[in-house]
């Protein structure tokens, strides 16, 4: 747009004979496949070469084959002689390994500082015993939910086909042909495919199956003198926001509000993503005051929607959705919260110790004494992130939770700030002093799976200036869902060069039994890394 153009003109201008330092340069925009710049790559490729020096800085070399070109530019690269198109097409091809081998020459001939390892400090792993009570607990859960999740899937599969064949016969009539826009069956789509909800859906199951042990393992470092930091990747807000009381479809208008109280399980995040499956999009036509006629595009659920070819589906499917929405809703408790932040902070403020949140959340429950089988919705009070970060540096809050988007940018390292001044020659083993400056850790209770996030999220408390080294532990629930293979991969390797994407199936028989035992592997992998 006009606006880039002339910022990318503005840069080019003042870049002449300058330096030009590019913060995470491995978002830099690149080129294409076809060696086709984009807007923004004009424009920085022309600062780059305008400019007396380039300084790249990133605690992740590249992370897309597109971005290469950019460096190759101002460092050593450039002495290979390679195309545009065909660099990127070998850094394609090279992959990660690739990309980490020049990234290691850039860094021995002084082109490229980076940290060669994120934790050389200590680092704990707090892994649930499979054969414990709390292990055993944990798997019980977790079959139990992904048998639920297996369910919906099952459905929403049913759903698609029998739409796809009803449209195909459809058209193969020609009824299309002579029907208003409104009543095409080709303007009518499914769009209830729940592959990416799924995957969210069940990532927030695994942080809510970790609740006790976080707390547990927050306590534990708080007890030895630790400020602690507990890290999360998501809030589970925009899911806790589409929870209705009836489950009818997203235009039956009957959400929660503020003050309601709602029943704080699991389960209602399922019967959610079972109310997803149910969605179409349709075109309507819409009537203006003055008589002109447009046609929108809308999200409907076949539950409550009118468009006569969704109607053909709901006629299959309704009865069979009313049976699996309360199989669900009647099943045994999962005995996971709907608010998994809350419940921590409970337990920790339970605990005697202060805690507070630098999230995005607007939304919060709130509990009636000791009972936590239902809450009522609150309105969170935001408070200045950099007041919390004041407080929580200067030892009038013991504990914090962060994700990656509340957190960027902010510094919570031990070092004199405010009333806390002293500073022992080892870090103190109990909190209680106002005036010492403490140790840092950070409890991971959920990696960011976009390994850049993940870098600066555990930067937090680990930065120049510090006084003592950080702690870190990972929680690791006894399934090892998503944990142990992350941590070797990211954490103890140094920054890879693309995000983090797992890609194991646990919604059928064999899911489970795959994930243990690669779990068990990788388990006896992190000590061998320690």
Not at 137 to 161: E, T
């Amino acid at each position: 747009n006009g606006f880039m153009k002339n910022k990318g003109r503005l840069g080019v201008a003042i870049s002449k004979d300058g330096v030009v330092i590019m913060d995470e340069s491995h978002n830099a925009a690149g080129v294409n496949a076809a060696g086709e710049l984009s807007n923004t790559a004009h424009a920085l490729f022309r600062m780059i070469n305008n400019s007396a020096m380039t300084t790249y800085v990133s605690a992740t070399f590249a992370k897309r084959a597109s971005s290469m070109p950019l460096y190759s530019k101002k460092t050593s690269i450039r002495e290979s002689g390679i195309e545009d198109s065909d660099m990127i097409l070998a850094f394609n091809e090279g992959g990660n390994a690739l990309q980490e081998a020049v990234a290691t020459e850039l860094t021995k001939n002084g082109q490229l500082l980076r940290r060669e390892k994120q934790l050389d400090f200590l680092s704990e792993y707090y892994y649930e015993e499979e054969n414990s009570q709390i292990g055993q607990n944990q798997i019980n859960k977790l079959d139990r939910v992904a048998n639920l999740i297996g369910l919906v899937d099952s459905f929403a599969s049913s759903v698609s086909n029998a739409f796809s064949k009803y449209k195909k016969r459809v058209k193969d009539m020609g009824l299309d042909d002579l029907a208003e826009q409104e009543d095409k069956v080709s303007n009518v789509k499914y769009a209830g495919s729940i592959g990416r909800l799924k995957w969210i859906i069940f990532n927030y199951f695994l942080i809510g199956l970790k609740v006790n042990q976080t707390a547990d393992a927050a306590i534990k470092k708080l007890g030895n003198g630790r400020k602690t930091v507990i890290a999360i990747a998501s809030t589970m807000e925009s899911a806790f926001n589409n929870l209705t009381k009836t489950f009818r479809g997203r235009g039956s208008k009957d959400g929660y509000e503020v003050g309601d109280i709602i029943k704080n399980d699991f389960l209602l995040y399922i019967a959610y993503l079972l109310e997803y499956s149910t969605q179409f999009w349709i075109v309507k036509k819409v009537v203006s005051d003055n008589g002109d006629i447009n046609y929108v595009r809308v999200k409907e659920s076949f539950l409550n929607c009118e468009n006569k070819h969704v109607a053909q589906v709901a006629g299959s499917f309704t009865t069979e959705y009313n049976r699996l929405l309360s199989r669900i809703l009647e099943s045994q408790s999962t005995g996971i919260s709907i608010s998994p932040i809350d419940m921590i902070q409970r337990i920790i403020i339970e605990n005697g110790y202060s805690i507070a949140e630098i999230t995005g959340r607007q939304k919060g429950l709130k509990f009636d004494g000791e009972n936590t089988e239902n809450g009522t919705i609150t309105k969170r009070q935001k408070k200045d992130t950099t007041q919390v970060i004041a407080d929580f540096n200067e030892n009038k809050i013991d504990a914090l939770i962060i994700n990656q988007s509340g957190a960027t940018g902010v510094s919570m390292h031990a070092i004199k700030s405010g009333q806390a001044q002293i500073v022992d020659k080892t870090p103190p083993s109990q909190l209680g002093d106002k005036k010492k400056v403490y140790a840092r850790a950070m409890v991971i209770t959920q990696l960011e799976l976009d390994v850049n996030k993940a870098v600066q999220v555990l930067g937090r408390i680990n930065r120049t200036g510090q006084v003592y080294p950080p702690e870190y532990t990972y929680v690791i629930s006894a399934s090892g869902t998503l944990g142990t293979t992350d941590v070797v991969r990211m954490t103890l390797g140094g920054a890879v060069t693309k995000p983090l994407q797992p890609a194991f199936h646990y919604f059928n028989k064999w899911g489970w039994f795959i994930d243990r035992e690669r779990s068990k592997i990788n388990k006896n992998a992190l000590h061998q890394f320690k």
